[in-house]
Structures are given as C-alpha cells and as structure tokens.
C-alpha cells in the first residue's frame, strides 16, 4: 500500500514546510543514483522529464479544478480548455509519465470542510492516493482542521485510519476500497522549560550560528550570556520567526558596520509578517509575534491609568466681599 503522510504544526513558520522538502530531496537524490538518473518505465522520447518528487502549493480558494491545475503547473503540462474529468486524467498521466513518486502538497489546510468545493478537493485529493504516489500533505492543526474528521487513530500503529471517499468513483477516477492510512507528524515550536529543552534551543542556535558570516562576530554571538533566553523571548522558540529576526538583524548589522548580533540591535528590529505574499492568515499560516521588549514596555505604561492630581485644599480660602453679601 502507498503510504502517506501528514505533517502538521500548530501555528505557521515551524518548518514544516523545509523539513519536508529536505526529506524529499534527499530521497529523490537517492532515487535518482538508484538508477542511473534515467526513469527506468520512461515512454520513449520522454527521459528528461523524470521528476521522483512533486511540489505543490494548495490553491488559497481550494476546487478539484484549481488543485488539478496547480499540479499540472508543477509540470508545465496544457490546462487550457480541459473539463475536471480531462484535468484528473491528466494529473493521472503525468504523475506516471514523469516516473513520480512522491507528491507533497503544501498548505492543504486552506481546505474548509464546511464547503462544498473544499469538500470535493478532498475526495479528489483521496482519489490521488490510488495513483501509487506517496502523498505528503503539510498544513497547520491538521487534527483541528477537519481533514481527519472522518478517520479513527489507530493506537497500536499510531497512524490515522481514513476510510474511502464518498463516491466509489471521484470525476471518472477509480476510488480504491482499501482503507488509507496516514502517518501524522507534528512539529512543534521550541520550549524553554526545561534543562534538555534549553540545551536543545541552544543547540538550535548554535548550527544557526555556524551558518553566519558577520565579520565581527565573536564566538558564542547567539549562544552565550542572556541572547538565548533573549531570542526566545522574541520569538516564542518557533523557528520561522527566529530565521526572519536573525536574517533582518544581518542586514542591519552589516547595513551599520557593526558586523555583529546584539541584543540592542536586534530590540531596534520589528518583526512584521502582516505582508508576507502567499500566505493565508485565516488557514493559521501566519502566528502572532511577540514584541519587543521596548514595545511591551509602552504598550503597559498606555493601558496604565494616569495618576489623579491631588485637590487643592480651599479650607482657607477667602471667598471676598461677593460671598459674604450672599451670606
């Protein structure tokens, strides 16, 4: 049986996304030498498009058309003018022309399963699982996304169980019986907790650190001191949003000649994902950001209520000739 598998995190810019990619092309790469780098069920005339490993990114407004579409893209195959029944045989035929043998489809979490159209991107998306492709599916809270809402977690394997889709045929497809079962990987954002978790945060930082070439870095820029609890107060531990604070405190540094990492720097850098291009905040691809601690400083002196100006005492005031004729 074709085995697929989930990779899931609870927010977005946990790596989910590079982790499978790197998995990917490391098998690809040793697919490749397996044989030579020819695609050894390769149609004559055809051997340069051996492609093991497919990527795609799951349309923002997910329908069994666009989602064909997006795969077809990944191949540079026609889409114009095809009906979905035309497009699925299409995905069918390229997926074996080109020797495929894992599919990731990223951000499959933009599936709502309140909709329609959604729903059928689902079916089709289960109808591919009988096209004996590895199907790899990344998104954000898999399990609370709805997209398991009908399978059983089988505790003695550890895998999801899915039963087949809705319809024994999905747009001409033929919809294996077998029930599918899927491997759930969750990663999740670093902890500061306790002593293995910050050696591991350090450790974290530490390879990140080996990859930097600031010419007036010293050794231990990221590791030593009060920069690691710094980093993680910053960014939470999730590893997207410390690249992104690292990468634009390189900028700096080296915009203003210090050529180094400090926390006074890095306090002057906001991060800001509100423009990030392709990415959907309502799919839980974008996480909320700490702030500085300079702006969390100013944020709790706003909410705090101004002192009140004690009264003037008027005891011994003289009220004047006016109040006493009023008297």
Same mark, same amino acid.
């Given at each position: 049986?074709?085995?697929?598998?989930?990779?899931?995190?609870?927010?977005?810019?946990?790596?989910?996304?590079? =982790?499978?990619?790197?998995?990917? &092309?490391?098998?690809?790469?040793?697919?490749?030498?397996?044989?030579?780098?020819?695609?050894?069920?390769? /149609?004559?005339?055809?051997?340069?498009?051996?492609?093991?490993?497919?990527?795609?990114?799951?349309?923002?407004?997910?329908?069994?058309?666009?989602?064909?579409?997006?795969? $077809?893209?990944?191949?540079?195959?026609?889409?114009?003018?095809?009906? $979905?029944?035309?497009?699925?045989?299409?995905?069918?035929?390229?997926?074996?022309?080109?020797?495929?043998?894992?599919?990731?489809?990223?951000?499959?979490?933009? @599936?709502?399963?309140?909709?329609?159209?959604?729903?059928?991107? $689902?079916? /089709?998306?289960? #109808?591919?699982?009988?096209?004996?492709? =590895?199907?790899? @599916?990344?998104?954000?809270?898999?399990?609370?996304?709805?997209?398991?809402? *009908?399978?059983?977690?089988?505790?003695?394997?550890?895998?999801?169980?899915?039963?087949?889709?809705?319809? #024994?045929?999905?747009?001409?497809?033929?919809? =294996?019986?077998?029930?599918?079962?899927?491997?759930?990987?969750?990663?999740?954002?670093?902890?500061? %907790?306790?002593?293995?978790?910050? =050696?591991?945060?350090?450790?974290?930082?530490?390879?990140?650190?080996?990859?930097?070439?600031?010419?007036?870095?010293?050794?231990?820029? /990221?590791? %030593?001191?009060?920069?690691? *609890?710094?980093?993680?107060?910053?960014?939470?531990?999730?590893?997207?949003? $410390?690249?992104?604070?690292?990468?634009?405190?390189?900028?700096?540094?080296?915009?203003?000649?210090?050529?180094?990492?400090?926390?006074?720097?890095?306090?002057?850098?906001?991060?800001?994902?509100?423009?990030?291009?392709?990415?959907?905040?309502? &799919?839980?691809?974008?996480?909320?950001?700490? #702030?500085?601690?300079?702006?969390?400083?100013?944020?709790?002196? &706003?909410?705090?209520? #101004?002192?009140?100006?004690?009264?003037?005492?008027?005891?011994?005031?003289?009220?004047?000739? &006016?109040?006493?004729?009023?008297?």
């Amino acid at each position: 049986m074709t085995r697929r598998d989930d990779y899931s995190s609870p927010t977005g810019y946990q790596g989910k996304t590079e =982790t499978a990619c790197e998995i990917a &092309a490391a098998f690809e790469d040793s697919w490749l030498e397996l044989y030579q780098h020819v695609n050894p069920d390769a /149609l004559p005339g055809a051997r340069d498009l051996y492609a093991p490993v497919a990527y795609v990114q799951t349309p923002v407004t997910a329908k069994p058309k666009s989602t064909s579409k997006a795969i $077809l893209n990944f191949y540079g195959a026609p889409t114009k003018n095809l009906d $979905l029944p035309d497009l699925v045989h299409q995905v069918a035929a390229s997926l074996n022309d080109h020797g495929t043998k894992a599919l990731l489809l990223d951000d499959i979490t933009r @599936l709502r399963m309140h909709r329609a159209d959604d729903q059928d991107a $689902l079916d /089709l998306i289960r #109808a591919f699982m009988s096209m004996h492709v =590895t199907l790899i @599916l990344i998104g954000v809270d898999i399990p609370g996304s709805g997209l398991l809402r *009908e399978g059983r977690h089988d505790a003695r394997t550890g895998q999801w169980v899915l039963p087949p889709s809705r319809h #024994a045929k999905v747009h001409g497809l033929e919809a =294996t019986q077998t029930e599918r079962r899927f491997d759930l990987v969750e990663l999740d954002h670093f902890r500061y %907790d306790t002593p293995p978790q910050i =050696t591991a945060w350090v450790q974290h930082l530490a390879g990140l650190e080996d990859q930097l070439r600031l010419m007036n870095a010293p050794p231990g820029m /990221l590791t %030593d001191g009060h920069m690691p *609890e710094y980093l993680f107060e910053r960014t939470h531990g999730v590893v997207g949003l $410390l690249e992104r604070l690292v990468e634009d405190g390189c900028q700096e540094a080296i915009d203003t000649g210090t050529e180094c990492l400090t926390e006074p720097l890095l306090e002057g850098i906001a991060l800001n994902l509100s423009s990030e291009p392709g990415r959907d905040p309502n &799919a839980g691809e974008i996480p909320d950001v700490p #702030a500085t601690q300079a702006a969390a400083t100013a944020r709790q002196a &706003a909410k705090r209520p #101004a002192p009140r100006r004690r009264g003037r005492n008027t005891v011994f005031d003289d009220q004047g000739p &006016a109040a006493e004729a009023g008297a």
